[in-house]
Nanobody
């Protein structure tokens, strides 16, 4: 599976952005799909995930209530709607997917097989 992330940009605090991750491959909708982010000098951290085709979603505490992960199977795309953005949300955002990751590992970046190239999100104060 090849992943292509897009939708990043510069936004003021309190604003919104929607990231997209388009995938090749017919099995994408059955995989666990996730978003991670990495700020300068920090480790890559989990943001949100949609577990396999069941649609169950999981979020980091720091984004819960503000971000929403969703998928469009017809378009082979997963989205991250980001509302009420804060300066601390500034990072490069990556989409990831894996066909066989187990639920207890969905927050672990090292467990994902497929990665997009990243898209920069900058939130100004």
């Amino acid at each position: 599976v090849q992943l292509q992330a897009s939708g990043g940009g510069l936004v003021q605090a309190g604003g919104s952005l929607r990231l997209s991750c388009a995938a090749s491959g017919r099995t994408f909708s059955r995989q666990t799909r996730a978003w991670f982010r990495q700020a300068p000098g920090k480790e890559r951290e989990f943001v949100a995930a949609m577990f396999r085709s069941g649609g169950y979603t999981y979020y980091a505490d720091s984004v819960k209530g503000r971000f929403t992960i969703s998928g469009d199977n017809a378009k082979n795309t997963v989205y991250l709607q980001m509302n009420s953005l804060r300066p601390e949300d500034t990072a490069v955002y990556y989409c990831a997917a894996d066909p066989s990751i187990i639920l207890s590992s969905i927050r672990m970046a090292g467990q994902y097989e497929n990665w997009g190239q990243g898209t920069q999100v900058t939130v100004s104060s």
